[in-house]
């Protein structure tokens, strides 16, 4: 009987639990949750579209702006050239006095 008494009181005591050695991902991805859905963007991927897209729209507004500035410097030079002939036909400047 006292050897029936020792063996079972090595099944009491509490045997320490075998390490098992993973790599550092698959031991985090243990821990992660699993409710989330791969399909839905996160909030940084949907703040990077917004960010392009606010880009975008920037960098086509630009190019408007430049669009419409080389029109007026054209239309600027279309002038002075216009200028520039008439006083080369007409020698004499006629200055009015402003009062």
Known sequence: ?????????GMDTP?????IERPLKETLSMFRKRGK?????SA???AAACIED????NIKHMEEEHKL???????????????LATLKDK???????VE
Do not use: W
């Open 15 to 19: 045997k320490p639990t075998p390490k």
């Open 91 to 97: 020698h004499t400047i006629i200055l009015q006095k």
């Open 44 to 46: 940084a991927a949907r």
């Open 54 to 57: 606010e880009h975008r729209l």
């Open 69 to 83: 500035r080389m029109e007026l410097l054209r239309a600027q030079i279309e002038v002075q050239n216009s200028l």
């Open 37 to 41: 859905k791969a399909t839905a963007p």
């Open 1 to 9: 009987m006292n050897c029936s008494y020792e063996k079972n009181a």
